[in-house]
C-alpha cells in the first residue's frame, strides 16, 4: 500500500526529494503518517511526521532542513530533504496509521502500514 521512490547518492549539501504513493486509501484520512530512516547497524528512528490534522514534528538532526507534506490530490506523501549531511544517509521508510491512538506520533509502534524503503546515500 504504500511505495516510496526518489532515494539516490547526493553530494553533502544536495537535496533530495522522496514521495511516498499510498495506494487504497486516502492521504487525508491517515491520522499519522511518517518518514523513518535506518542507517547501516542502527536501529530504524523517526525523522519526521505529520498528523491528520496536519500538525508536524522532527528530529531535532533534521529541523529546518527538512520538510514533510501531504499531497490530498495524488495521495501522496513528500519528505523535501535540503542540506543533506553525510549523517542523514540510510533506507528511508514511509509509514501510515489510518485510525486513532493514544501513542504519539514519535512512537513507530504507533503506525501499522510500512513500504519497503528507499535508499538515500549523501557523500
Known amino acids: 500500500q504504500l511505495v516510496e521512490s526518489g532515494g539516490g547518492s547526493v553530494q553533502a549539501g544536495g537535496s533530495l526529494r522522496l514521495s511516498c504513493a499510498i495506494s487504497n486509501s486516502k492521504v487525508a484520512r491517515m491520522y499519522y503518517l511518517g518518514w523513518f530512516r535506518q542507517a547501516p547497524g542502527k536501529e530504524r528512528v523517526i525523522v519526521t511526521a505529520i498528523d491528520i490534522w496536519g500538525g508536524t514534528t522532527h528530529a531535532p538532526s533534521v529541523k529546518g532542513r527538512f520538510t514533510i507534506s501531504k499531497d490530498n490530490a495524488t495521495d501522496t506523501l513528500v519528505l523535501q530533504m535540503n542540506s543533506l549531511k553525510v549523517e542523514d544517509t540510510g533506507m528511508y521508510y514511509c509509514?501510515?496509521?489510518?485510525?486513532?491512538?493514544?501513542?504519539?506520533?514519535?512512537?513507530?509502534?504507533?503506525?501499522?502500514?510500512w513500504g519497503q524503503g528507499t535508499q538515500v546515500t549523501v557523500s
Open positions: 509509514a501510515a496509521r489510518p485510525w486513532p491512538t493514544s501513542r504519539t506520533m514519535l512512537d513507530q509502534d504507533a503506525y501499522e502500514l
